[in-house]
């Protein structure tokens, strides 16, 4: 809630520090909670996706990452290492497959 002046806060009460990041009040109980928006399960289920329906960038590909996990994507040139990072920050919509952040689905649901 903007904040001009003095203003009563309620318990439970969400403050916008900035973008992405809040602080929850608990005066009750005496918390200030910092909430951040932040990926803790990224989930891929199949994602397949092909260029000019001739050349396949992904094939199935699935793979499960929990917060604090560090993945490395490695292979050949023109393996779709790029198409797979693409997929994942929401650039490139996949033909297949499912992509979720914290079990919400990045895309709809898609045919498999």
Do not use: W
Not at 69 to 79: A, K, Q
Not at 91 to 109: A, K, M, T
């Amino acid at each position: 809630m903007p904040v001009k002046g003095a203003t009563p806060l309620r318990d439970g009460v969400t403050i916008t520090v900035a973008e992405g990041q809040y602080l929850r009040c608990y005066f009750s109980d005496g918390i200030i909670e910092e909430e951040r928006n932040v990926i803790n399960t990224l989930r891929v289920s199949d994602v397949s996706h092909s260029y000019d329906r001739r050349t396949t960038a992904m094939d199935n590909i699935s793979l499960s990452v929990q917060r604090g996990e560090m993945v490395c994507v490695m292979g050949p040139s023109g393996c779709g290492k790029s198409t797979l990072l693409k997929t994942l920050a929401g650039q490139l919509r996949p033909e297949y497959g499912r992509v979720e952040l914290n079990s919400v689905s990045l895309y709809d649901n898609l045919s498999d």
